[in-house]
């Protein structure tokens, strides 16, 4: 089983940057594609990211690609998204999720953290 974390979420006026953390336990962390996803008040959860078991190759939301960074570090079962010229639509709960690459379906989930971004 994997448990996930969240941190690094925060205050940020529109421009800034934040890096979200997400620690995973569990020992077959390097297994499990991992993404991040957010969810605003009153709408919809929403992907923003993935990165691949071996870190190699990710994958981003329209919205924020070439602000957004997804990375991981296997050997601090950690992953990150570096968030830079962070826009008020932005605000968000964010959630890292993790799901076994043999399937399609993201079955691991934090308890998120919260980014705000002020104009």
């Known amino acids: 089983q994997v448990q996930l974390v969240e941190s690094g979420g925060g205050l940020v006026q529109a421009g800034g940057s934040l890096r979200l953390s997400c620690t995973a336990s569990?020992?077959?962390?390097?297994?499990?594609?991992m993404a991040w996803f957010r969810q605003a008040p009153g709408k919809e959860r929403e992907f923003v990211a993935s990165?691949?078991?071996?870190?190699?190759?990710?994958y981003y939301a329209d919205s924020v690609k070439g602000r957004f960074t997804i990375s991981r570090d296997n050997a601090k079962n950690t992953m990150y998204l570096q968030l830079n010229s962070l826009k008020p639509e932005d605000t968000a709960s964010y959630y890292c999720?993790?799901?076994?690459?043999?399937?399609?379906?993201?079955?691991?989930w934090g308890q998120g953290t919260q980014v705000t971004v002020s104009s």
């Open positions: 990165v691949t078991w071996a870190g190699s190759n990710a």
């Open positions: 999720a993790a799901r076994r690459v043999t399937v399609t379906q993201y079955g691991y």
């Open positions: 569990g020992r077959t962390f390097n297994t499990y594609t």
